[in-house]
């Protein structure tokens, strides 16, 4: 399969505008997805990779270490010419007596260089080619020390290319006076569209690169979802504790998924895939990452890469978010000067 690529940024990285997502790989941890199984993980990666997606999104954090480590293990029976590009994150450290506790934020210079070397071994890489920060810092250190510090791993040659997740346009505008952030991963979604209003327009005024994350609500705008679906979660599953997967939130949102399905069956293809050429459409954007714990889950969204939603179906979509009441944020990609989206 020939998947759309876009270039990320003003990196020479073209990536295909879908990318496996392995947060739900990790296993157990504080913001975990329950129970997984290490060799449907890998299988779902190769498979995505014979699909032809390009790259995989993992992090430290998830599963404290154990989603990078499955990476590897998938990385090494992919021939060399065929291996995907390599994201990961650091920034977020856990207690290791204590797995389940929420993690600390910390983007102090030493912490940092220990978890890229530690990110490293486990993927069994000589470069990271992506290596991002992935959520702002708790501890007090200034964002400026912190991204000097990537500029150097830069300059050793240990990274490739340095990007952050999460951050505000303060934050972005701090960043990039110190060296230029090569790409933004922020969360984007119909059901979470803040992002589309500020820091996606700041991505695309500054040459950096846009991956979002949770295209399709980590699952809610799939075409099995169901409250019956988040009753029957692991305890552990994080969702059972966000508000998108409880009342009164879950009846907008599902409310809104049912209203895909007619764009879906005018495309011949799955909800999911509408979900991910919703963001895809937006100026900006480069490409989304999506998670995936089977083949058969890959299945399910990997069109979204080449779906191409029409005038009508942009409008049918903002229409039944609005009616719906799900979520927040602009609801129409519509370009206006300076290529910014719009509300409608």
């Known amino acids: 399969m020939k998947l759309e690529c876009r270039r990320l940024g003003t990196t020479d990285l073209e990536i295909s505008t879908v990318g496996f997502g ?33 790259w995989i999104d993992t992090a430290a954090i998830y599963g404290l270490g154990h989603s990078e480590e499955v990476v590897g293990r998938a990385l090494r029976d992919i021939p060399i010419d065929n291996r995907p590009f390599i994201f990961t994150k650091g920034g977020v450290v856990p207690d290791p007596a204590r797995p389940l506790d929420e993690p600390v934020r910390n983007l102090e210079p030493a912490s940092i260089r220990r978890e890229v070397e530690a990110s490293l071994a486990r993927l069994g890489v000589d470069r990271i080619d992506l290596y991002q920060f992935h959520w702002p810092d708790q501890t007090g250190t200034p964002i400026e020390d912190s991204w000097a510090e990537m500029g ?38 119909l059901i979470r569209r803040d992002s589309g209003g500020d820091v996606i327009p700041w991505a695309a005024d500054h040459g950096t690169g846009v991956i979002v994350y949770s295209p399709m609500q980590s699952g809610i705008l799939t075409d099995t979802f169901s409250a019956e679906r988040v009753a029957a979660m692991a305890q552990t599953d994080w969702r059972r504790r966000a508000p998108n997967f409880r009342e009164p939130a879950l009846s907008a949102n599902i409310a809104l998924r049912d209203a895909l399905r007619p764009i879906a069956a005018r495309h011949g293809t799955t909800v999911s895939a509408v979900a991910i050429g919703w963001v895809l459409a937006w100026p900006g954007v480069t490409g989304a990452i999506v998670g995936a714990r089977s083949p058969e889950q890959v299945d399910g969204w990997v069109e979204g890469s080449g779906i191409r939603l029409t005038e009508d179906d942009l409008a049918e979509i903002a229409n039944a978010a609005a009616a719906a009441r799900a979520g927040s944020g602009p609801v129409h990609p519509l370009v206006a000067v300076g290529g910014r989206p719009s509300r409608q």
């Open 22 to 54: 392995a947060w739900a790989i990790g296993g157990e941890w504080a913001h975990g997805w329950g129970p997984q199984d290490d060799a449907v993980s890998i299988a779902a990666i190769r498979h995505a990779v014979d699909l032809g997606v390009n």
């Open 152 to 189: 150097r791993l830069l300059d050793e040659g240990k990274i490739r290319y340095a990007g952050v997740c999460n951050f505000d346009v303060e934050l972005l505008e701090s960043a990039e006076a110190v060296r230029h952030v090569d790409s933004l991963q922020p969360p984007f979604s």
